[in-house]
C-alpha cells in the first residue's frame, strides 16, 4: 500500500498541485495542502481502501486541510479570513474536478511559469520546481547553482506572481502564439541542458530530457498546434541518439562516426511520422524545421547518404522565418558538406565580419574543422586553440584538444 | 487591482518632432485617456515637464539637500504617468500597451501596494 501511493504521488501529485493552486490562489498554500493530503492518504487509505478517483480525493482532502487551516489563523487575521470566506465551496466538487478541468490546471500552471514577466532562468527553475515536481537540489545541480541561489529564484517568482498579479490562466486566443512562445522556450532549454549539459563532465544529462518530453507531451495532448508537435519530433529525434553521443570514456561522437544501433529507433519512428504529418500540412515553424533537418539525419543510415542538399534548403528556409548567427552558423556548417570547406569557411567569415558569434567556441571549432579540410594546418590549429579556450564542457574540451593534437 | 505605468521615453525623440507630430502624438494621449476612462480602468495620470525642470530632493544627516535634474542619467526619461484598475497583470500590460507612448519608449507596470501601520511588503527582510 505504501508503495502503491508512492507510485500515485509520483504521478498525480503534480496534477493535484496544479489544481489546488487554482482553488486555493496561492502557490505555497497549495504545496503545504498537497503534502497534508498524502499524508492523510498514508493514515487512510490503508484502512479504509483506496477511493474509486484518488485524485478527486487528494485534491478534496487538501482544499479541506488548506480552508481549515485558513480558518485557525484567520482568528488573528482578517484579511485571511476574506480569503477562507471566498473558498467557501461554490461549485460543486464534481464540477470543478472534472477532468477537462484538471487538465485546464496544469496548462494554467505551465502558463504561469513561464510568463514573460518572469525572468527566463526564473521560468525554468519555477517550470522544472511546480510543473515536473524536482527538488530545489535538483534544479540547482543541474544549473551548477547553489541550492540557496534557486531558492532565492523560486520565492521570488513566487512573490512576483502574487504580487504583481499574474492570472492562473490560459491565454486567450489571441495572446495563445506569444505566450505559448515563451513556454515552449522553456521547454527546449530544459532539454537542451539535459542534451548538451552547458558545463560539467557529463555530455548528457538524461532525466532533464525526460523532463522536457513529459512537458511537451502534455502540452500536445492538451492543445492543438503543430509548433508543439515540432517541438516534440524534435526532441524525439534529437534524444534518440542520446546513447550514441558519447562513448564508453564520456568522450564525444561525432554524428557521422556514431554507431546506428545505438539509436532509439522506435523514438525516431516516432518523430519522423510526426514531421511527415506536419510537414503535409504545410507546417513551417522554426521547430517544425530544426524537426525536419534533424528527420534527414535520422534517415541517413537507411538510404545510406546524409542528402545535404535538402538540408541546406531547409536551414535557408529556417534563416528566413527566424534569422539568427546560430542557425546561419548551422547551415555554414552544412554547406561545407553540399559545396566543400572554402563554401562553409567563407559563410562562417562572413558572419565574424558581421560581429557575430565571436565569443562562440562552436564558431571557430566550424572553422578549424574547414581549415583542417583545406589542408591548411596552421590556420586550423589556431582556430581549435581558440575553440578551446571558450568551451566550458569537459568532453568538448577533450575533442577539440584530441583534434589540434592529430595535427602537430 | 490597481498599477501604476509609467511612461519612459527619450526626450531627443519627441524634441526632434514638429510640433504638428508633437501635437498629434499628444491628441492621441487625449484619445487614450478617453478610452481607458469609459473602460472604467483609468483612475488618474499626468504627463509631465521635461527632465530638464526637475529638482531631486534628498535628506541626509537631517540637511535637506536639493540638485538639478534627475538621480541618474538614462537613456530614457520618466515622461508622466497613468494609475490603473485592472483585473490582473494580463489586463494591465494589454492596457499599458495602447498607451500612445509605448511606440516610442517604454512602459513600466507595477502593482501598487498598500500602506499599512505595520507589515509592510516590498521592504523589511532585513
Request: hydrophobic content about 40%; proline content about 4%.
Amino acid at each position: 500500500m505504501q508503495d502503491w501511493i508512492e507510485t500515485t504521488y509520483r504521478k498525480e501529485s503534480r496534477r493535484v498541485l496544479a489544481t489546488l493552486i487554482r482553488l486555493l490562489g496561492d502557490f505555497d498554500l497549495a504545496e503545504e495542502a498537497l503534502h497534508e493530503a498524502f499524508a492523510s492518504a498514508l493514515a487512510q487509505w490503508p484502512r479504509d481502501g483506496v477511493p474509486d478517483n484518488p485524485t478527486a480525493w487528494l485534491v478534496s482532502a487538501g482544499r479541506f486541510k488548506a480552508i481549515d487551516q485558513i480558518r485557525r489563523r484567520s482568528r488573528y487575521d482578517s484579511k485571511v479570513a476574506e480569503l477562507a470566506r471566498e473558498q467557501e465551496p461554490e461549485a460543486s466538487p464534481e464540477d470543478c474536478l472534472a477532468d477537462a478541468h484538471l487538465e485546464d490546471d496544469q496548462l494554467r500552471l505551465i502558463f504561469t511559469c513561464c510568463h514573460p514577466s518572469l525572468a527566463v532562468d526564473a521560468q525554468v527553475a519555477l517550470t522544472l520546481r511546480e510543473v515536473c515536481g524536482l527538488r530545489t537540489e535538483e534544479v540547482a545541480r543541474a544549473f551548477l547553482l547553489r541550492p540557496a541561489t534557486v531558492a532565492q529564484r523560486i520565492v521570488r517568482a513566487k512573490a512576483k506572481i502574487r504580487q504583481a498579479g499574474i492570472p492562473y490562466e490560459v491565454p486567450e486566443i489571441d495572446e495563445l502564439p506569444a505566450r505559448l512562445g515563451a513556454v515552449l522556450h522553456v521547454i527546449y532549454l530544459v532539454f537542451s541542458e539535459g542534451y548538451s549539459a552547458s558545463e560539467g563532465d557529463a555530455v548528457t544529462r538524461p532525466e532533464f530530457a525526460q523532463e522536457a518530453l513529459y512537458l511537451v507531451r502534455l502540452l500536445a495532448n492538451l492543445l492543438p498546434n503543430s509548433e508543439i508537435r515540432g517541438l516534440l519530433a524534435l526532441m524525439l529525434l534529437q534524444d534518440s541518439r542520446r546513447n550514441a553521443r558519447t562513448d564508453a570514456n564520456g568522450d564525444l561522437v561525432l554524428l557521422e562516426d556514431q554507431n546506428h544501433d545505438l539509436w532509439d529507433w522506435q523514438q525516431i519512428d516516432e518523430g519522423l511520422s510526426l514531421i511527415r504529418e506536419l510537414l503535409t500540412q504545410g507546417a513551417v515553424g522554426p521547430y517544425t524545421l530544426q524537426a525536419a533537418i534533424a528527420a534527414v539525419h535520422a534517415e541517413a543510415p537507411r538510404i545510406g547518404h546524409t542528402d545535404w542538399t535538402r538540408i541546406v534548403r531547409l536551414y535557408d528556409l529556417l534563416l528566413r522565418t527566424t534569422p539568427s548567427p546560430v542557425v546561419a552558423l548551422n547551415r555554414a556548417v552544412a554547406l561545407s558538406m553540399r559545396d566543400g570547406p572554402r563554401a562553409g569557411l567563407d559563410a562562417v567569415e562572413a558572419l565574424i565580419d558581421r560581429g557575430e558569434l565571436v565569443e562562440y567556441h562552436l564558431t571557430h571549432a566550424a572553422r578549424a574543422d574547414f581549415y583542417r579540410r583545406l589542408g591548411h594546418t596552421a590556420e586550423a590549429r589556431l582556430a581549435y586553440e581558440q575553440a578551446l579556450s571558450l568551451t566550458k564542457q569537459e568532453p568538448e574540451r577533450r575533442f577539440l584538444q584530441r583534434r589540434l593534437d592529430e595535427l602537430k | 487591482m490597481k498599477y501604476v505605468a509609467l511612461v519612459y521615453y527619450d526626450e531627443d525623440v519627441m524634441n526632434n518632432m514638429s510640433q504638428d507630430e508633437w501635437d498629434s502624438l499628444n491628441q492621441e494621449c487625449i484619445g487614450c485617456v478617453e478610452n481607458l476612462s469609459a473602460g472604467g480602468h483609468f483612475i488618474t495620470g499626468e504627463p509631465l515637464h521635461s527632465v530638464d525642470s526637475a529638482t531631486t530632493v534628498r535628506v541626509r544627516d537631517g540637511q535637506v539637500t536639493t540638485t538639478d535634474g534627475p538621480f541618474a542619467e538614462t537613456r530614457e526619461q520618466l515622461a508622466g504617468f497613468y494609475l490603473l484598475e485592472a483585473r490582473d497583470l494580463n489586463e494591465a500590460i494589454s492596457l499599458a500597451g495602447k498607451i500612445p507612448p509605448a511606440r516610442f519608449g517604454s512602459i513600466e507596470v507595477r502593482p501598487v501596494r498598500d500602506l499599512l501601520p505595520e507589515g509592510n511588503a516590498a521592504g523589511g527582510q532585513g
